[in-house]
């Protein structure tokens, strides 16, 4: 046995006579033979709480609500919990209001240092502040993408990661994206793009309380005796004529009455209108095509004698449950 050994044993041995002498009970971290260290645990032993940092904190602003944790370097009375009124500002003792909302953090912390020198309260502070509460800082995203509803948002982001925050846009995305700000004193903001160019929705920025529609693409229905009715979402220019509707639908069927073809729309006041197309004339070079709006729909019948018996309410009822094709 080596010496060093032979002392620890000599060691541990003489501390248990030692404490069995005296009615003592050796401490935890004693035995016997060796005296192990208690200067603290290993790392195993430890149970470390670790809080996830907000991925935006570095971009955070302070918002009215928000529960500020101010620490002043070896100056512990002035360790203290601030609560952002709903004007935007804390009070500190001595010193009085401060306006901080709106401020990131460390810019929030020189406001604080500036006026405890200029109080004379203290020579040369250093103030460390922290968030303890978050106030309630949501966008809500409503519309045509995946996942609609409120997400947390304590900072401004870009557009396209509020988008990908709610799982990305659905196939029926409109190329249009309105912002409605949370201050009503700003103008709604309309964002228009093209799919796979991501550099618009990058430079817009959506702020905490904004609100972002985005609503459904133009859709137009093509129904009746055609090869493949449905709805055809418009492309990203918005133009469609019934002979390309038509092309999207694979075409007419043999018992198509197209002398009888029509466009039923629905005008804003609600009203529906019947519109004629002479389809023929159109195929003929004798007719100019007929440009279509968003949700018309091109009804081909199968006889003249069913065009007339068909209305155009029952048509636009066929139309909800219509599949839709995306045509990109």
Known sequence: MKYSQLMCTFLGVM???????????????????????????????????????????????????????????????????????????????????IQVAGDTLPEAARKIEAALQEKQILTHPQVTLDVSQYAGTNVSVIGEVQNPGRIPLLAPHSLLDVIAMAGGETQIAGKEIEIKRADPAEHPTVVTYVRGS????????????????????????????????????????GNLTVVQAVALAFGTTMQAATGAMRIIRREPDGSILDIPVPYKDVNKGKAADVSLKPQDIVYVPVSKTKAILTGGTSVMSAATSAAIYTIR
Not at 200 to 214: F, R
């Open 15 to 97: 501390l248990t006579a030692t404490a069995a002498l005296s009615g003592q009970q050796l401490p935890a971290t004693a035995s016997a033979g060796i005296l192990l260290r208690s200067g603290g645990d290993s790392p195993a032993q430890r149970s470390t709480a670790l809080t996830a940092v907000p991925e935006d904190f570095s971009t955070l602003h302070i918002l009215p609500g928000f529960l500020l944790d101010m620490q002043v370097y070896d100056t512990p009375e002035y360790s203290l919990s601030l609560r952002v009124n709903d004007k935007g500002s804390v009070t500190i003792p001595l010193v009085g209001s």
């Open 198 to 237: 991501n550099d618009v929705l990058k430079n817009t920025t959506v702020n905490p309380g904004d609100t972002v529609v985005i609503p459904r693409t133009g859709i137009v229905y093509v129904l009746g005796a055609v090869n493949r009715p449905g709805g055809f979402i418009m492309q990203e220019s």
